[in-house]
């Protein structure tokens, strides 16, 4: 019990950062899994018994604000970091969570789940609630954290083996496209070469979908400054964007990760197709094979053991950068995926990643536009300035169109509005 703190209290919450900046703050670390954020006065104990020993505190009784505990502690370290290095970023990863977590920094994973395949399925709601909830930074441990012992004691070529690869693997793919990308949990080890050996169709599939994420990290951080700026959510139940669509009104196994990505993980073990509701006024295609589909219908589409469905939504601007190794290489020259048909746009968001100089105005912006009716991409002036930003940039643009090879364009640009015509 005396290892839990009063965390309502604002003179405890100033300790508690204290402690931690003593012993580990002020040593080099500088994020923060806060585990057992209930709290967790006594495992497995009824939440009636651990408000009782919780009670009181410094805000009122337990009964009426035990819940809140995550936020007020994340609030402590938050508040402290900032007041001890106002420059360097927060980043909290905690147990659990309350409403308005995110003004904290901080992300909430949903706990020492299974590792089954209903586990699996189960994830795909849970974020699409919090994102629905307006918490935006959601993550769960791929591959479930709690291991049946059968999986445990897997003999090579067993079915077993098998089995938890494949589990992994999709696992893995979903993850991919999830607000946070980790993956975490007991024994056995969750390293890909530990999981399979290099070759295998698990291994290839994870190292795939690794590299897609950074590939991909041009458009996610320009989903995370959609979330700062615009109260955006970066994974979207369809009814979200498509609410006018009823038929996407109880869709819980796919989802959007931004405005142009359709996500449609595979939870069933051996399954190599899924069923897959397109959304009605607008058309998809399919990421991996440029196949074109129309809204408003439910189709089975492929989903080989190495590729989860995955589709982009017509009129989707998607930039993409190279196969980086960490966030601190910089994306300077882009590939934008221009996928035809209609009309859209997209706005690339930068600043320095590490700091708080975005929250003064140290950052930019780049709007693409795509305009059907001429095959014509715009790129238009960049807004706003930060310090090493990239002042020229090679772009290519892959302009993805129905029934039609794809093509590129290749064009130099260094800040000033152009044009580019989409190649034959």
């Known amino acids: 019990i005396g290892g839990f703190y009063d965390a309502y209290s604002e003179g405890a919450r100033k300790l508690f950062w204290d402690q931690l900046n003593e012993k580990l703050y002020s040593k080099g670390i500088d994020a923060w899994w806060m585990d057992a954020s209930e709290p967790d006065i006594l495992s497995n104990a009824s939440m ?56 904290y920094s901080t992300a909430t994973w949903s706990g020492d789940i299974g590792t089954r395949w209903e586990d699996m399925k189960a994830q795909i709601s849970a974020g699409l609630n919090f ?122 196994d796919q989802y959007m990760f931004g405005p142009n990505l359709m996500v449609c993980p ?30 408003g219908k439910s189709i089975k589409v492929s989903a080989p053991y190495e590729r989860m469905p995955l589709f982009v939504q017509e009129g989707s601007i998607l930039p993409m950068g190279n196969d980086i190794q960490t966030t601190k290489e ?9 996928y035809t048909g209609k009309n859209g746009e997209f706005t690339l968001y930068e600043d320095e990643g590490v700091n708080y100089n975005y929250e003064n105005g140290a950052y930019s912006t780049i709007k693409f536009s795509y305009d059907e009716a001429s095959q014509q991409l715009t790129v238009d002036d960049i807004k706003g300035e930060y310090a090493g930003m990239a002042k020229d940039r ?18 130099k640009y260094s800040g000033k509005k152009i044009s580019v015509k989409r190649a034959e």
């Not at 995550?70 to 969570?97: C, D, H, K, M, W």
């Not at 910089?330 to 221009?338: G, R, S």
């Not at 090679?394 to 364009?409: A, D, F, P, Q, R």
Request: hydrophobic share 35%.
């Open 48 to 103: 009636q018994y651990r408000k009782e020993l919780m009670t009181p505190t410094a805000l009122g009784p337990s009964v009426e604000y035990f819940n809140a505990y995550a936020l007020v502690n994340a609030q402590g370290i938050y508040e402290g970091q900032r007041s001890t290095n106002p420059n360097n970023r927060v980043f909290l990863l905690t147990r659990s969570g309350f409403a308005g977590l995110q003004r």
């Open 266 to 295: 595979v939870y069933q073990y051996k399954a190599i197709s899924r069923d897959v509701y397109f959304p009605a006024g607008t058309n998809w295609y399919n990421y991996d094979t440029g196949e074109y589909v129309t809204g």
């Open 131 to 252: 994102a629905m909830s307006g918490i935006p930074y959601w993550t769960m441990d791929i591959g479930g954290f709690c291991v049946e012992k059968r999986y445990e004691n897997a003999k090579e070529g067993s079915e077993d083996m098998k089995e938890w690869r494949e589990l992994n693997a999709r696992w893995f793919q979903f993850g991919a496209f999830c607000p946070l990308f980790r993956s975490h949990g007991q024994y056995p080890y969750r390293e890909i070469y530990n999981i399979a050996p290099e070759g295998h169709p698990a291994y290839n599939s994870m190292v795939h979908y690794t590299k897609l994420r950074y590939q991909m990290m041009p458009y996610i951080y320009s989903l995370a400054g959609m979330t700062y700026f615009n109260d955006y959510t970066i994974m979207r139940a369809l009814v979200m964007d498509f609410g006018k669509d009823a038929a996407t009104h109880n869709i819980s």
């Open 394 to 411: 090679i772009l290519k643009v892959e302009w993805i169109t129905k029934g039609k090879k794809n093509t590129i364009s290749e064009v």
């Open 330 to 338: 910089a994306q300077t020259d882009l590939t934008i995926k221009v």
